[in-house]
Structures are given as structure tokens and as C-alpha cells.
């Protein structure tokens, strides 16, 4: 059964009358009973016939590939595809929707625009959630984002792809140990850190910043 029809049978169930109500009672039912979960937008999709998020998902970062699209509609998409990958469901299926090949890809774009998307979206879809984060290392492109973190001739690919080796690697040891592997010797710290030591990890984070602001200033 679809997602979205499921959750929309749940809604009705929860949401009606009390057949074996007692009618002689002089009590309102409705004054009894909780109100009900808002019905998500999926499911309302689902009932009407819209797109659901996978769909807008798929169809943005079709537009964000599209040769035939300008570049700055590109951006608008890309930004619609982030939106939506801020809901940990979405960024879950972005495996199952096959998209997170075209998003890691385009950390190699040659429009320094699309770049910082890319990271940007990265950041955003691993963030506190260890499956992304999982799927992120599983596709080895940790390395890639520690170059554009200390490389990038763009300031804010740069910055993006800070935010993403940030989120990528609190609470979630392998990544960690992946970026901290990557990283040059006078900023990855000696002997290692744990990944649930916000401050150590902060220290390694901030290093990257003051990198790259110094890069900026030059």
C-alpha cells in the first residue's frame, strides 16, 4: 500500500466516531475523544492525486541535471530539493529514489553554485541522522568534501562543505574516522577523538573555519 494511503487509513480510524458508543448516553462523543493527528501533506497527496515529496524530489534534482535549464532555476530546484531533505523521512529515501549518486556527483560540478548546493544538501541529509550518514560514508565521499573544505577556490563551497563534514561526523565514529583520515596533519588532532566529544570535534570544525577564512583574506 502506498505511504501516504496508509497513513491515511490510520487518520480515518483514529479519527472517527466510537461505534460501540453507548446512544442513550447525553455525553458528546467527539468532547470525549482526543483530538486526532493533522493529516500530512502525503497523505493528502495521496487522497487528491498531488505529488508526493518523492516526486518533487525527483523532479528537482531532474531540473538541477536538466542541460536545458538555466542555471539559475538550477538554484531554485536545488533549494526546493534541500527543503525537502530536511525531513529525516525524505532524506532516508533519497537511496531508494536512487538520488544520492547524482547529489554526490555534483560536488564535482564545474559551477561553483552547484557545488556549494551540493554540499549544502549533503549537510543537510546526514545531519543527526545515521542512516544518511551511514550512506554518505558506504559512497566515500568524505575525502571529496575534506578537499573542498581546504581547496575550493569558493568561500562558500568552502563553508558548505564544512557544515557537511560537521554533520557527517558528530555521534558517528566511522565518519570521523574517515574525515579525520583525510584531513592534513596539522588539523586532524593526534591519536584520534571520540565523535561524542562535541568539543573536540568542535576544535577540528573551527580549525577548518579559521582555514578558510584566512584562505579568504588572502
Not at 475523544?33 to 500530512?40: A, E, I, K
Not at 516526486?55 to 530546484?77: F, G, Q, T, Y
Not at 542512516?131 to 578537499?147: F, G, M, R, S
Amino acid at each position: 500500500m502506498d505511504p501516504g494511503m496508509n497513513q491515511l487509513l490510520k487518520w480515518s480510524i483514529e479519527n472517527s466516531e466510537n461505534p460501540s458508543a453507548d446512544p442513550t448516553s447525553t455525553t458528546d462523543p467527539k468532547a470525549e475523544r482526543p483530538s486526532g493527528r493533522p493529516l500530512n501533506p502525503e497523505a493528502i497527496n495521496s487522497l487528491f492525486g498531488g505529488p508526493t515529496d518523492a516526486d518533487l524530489m525527483k523532479e528537482a534534482m531532474a531540473a538541477v541535471l536538466s542541460p536545458n535549464i538555466s542555471l539559475d532555476n538550477k538554484l531554485v530546484a536545488f533549494d526546493n530539493f534541500e527543503q525537502l531533505i530536511e525531513v529525516i523521512d525524505n532524506a532516508n529515501n533519497m537511496e531508494n529514489l536512487g538520488l544520492w549518486t547524482p547529489l554526490v556527483g555534483l560536488l564535482g560540478s564545474e559551477e561553483q553554485d552547484l557545488r556549494r548546493m551540493a554540499a549544502w544538501c549533503v549537510g543537510t541529509a546526514v545531519q543527526n541522522n545515521v542512516k544518511a550518514q551511514e550512506k554518505l560514508l558506504a559512497v566515500n565521499v568524505i575525502p571529496t568534501l575534506v578537499k573542498l573544505a581546504i581547496e575550493d577556490a569558493n568561500e562558500q563551497v568552502r563553508r558548505k562543505s564544512i557544515y557537511a563534514l560537521s554533520s557527517e561526523v558528530r555521534n558517528f565514529q566511522p565518519g570521523l574516522n574517515a574525515a579525520v583520515k583525510a584531513l592534513p596533519k596539522d588539523v586532524a588532532p593526534e591519536g584520534g577523538i571520540d565523535a561524542g566529544d562535541m568539543e573536540a570535534v568542535d576544535r577540528v570544525i573551527e580549525q577548518l573555519r579559521v582555514d578558510s577564512a584566512r584562505k579568504a583574506s588572502t
